[in-house]
């Protein structure tokens, strides 16, 4: 099992980035997956997830209205595409790949059984 994040980098503050995050070794449709992101000295925190099996979308509510979850199955790809990037985004940003599908279970990293290595994302000016 693998998950390979990447298209991090360092933006000024307004600015956009688009993450991917390619999977393979595990049937890509039927997981739910995530974003998550974690800065030095704290606990990782919830992003982004897509239900696999409804499609739905949660986003906490700091990114509400910046950032856009989407995933193809065809490429066993997830995507976050992040815009109005602020310095309060800097962190480093993982992907996770989850067998359930309800908000409740998505939030917690507890409930992802497999994660990617880091995309670094800095937004500075």
């Known amino acids: 099992v693998q998950l390979q994040a990447f298209g991090g980098g360092l933006v000024q503050p307004g600015g956009s980035l688009r993450l991917s995050c390619v999977a393979s070794?595990?049937?890509?449709?039927?997981?739910?997956m995530g974003w998550f992101r974690q800065v030095p000295g704290r606990e990782r925190e919830f992003v982004a997830t897509k239900s696999y099996r409804d499609y739905k979308t949660y986003y906490t509510n700091s990114v509400k209205g910046r950032f856009t979850i989407s995933r193809d199955n065809a490429k066993n790809t997830v995507y976050l595409q992040m815009n109005s990037l602020e310095p309060g985004d800097t962190a480093v940003y993982y992907c996770?790949?989850?067998?359930?599908?309800?908000?409740?279970?998505?939030?917690?990293?507890?409930?992802?059984?497999?994660w990617g290595q880091g995309t670094q994302v800095t937004v500075s000016s």
């Open positions: 070794g595990f049937t890509f449709r039927i997981y739910s």
């Open positions: 996770a790949a989850s067998p359930y599908y309800s908000y409740s279970d998505l939030a917690s990293t507890i409930k992802y059984d497999y």
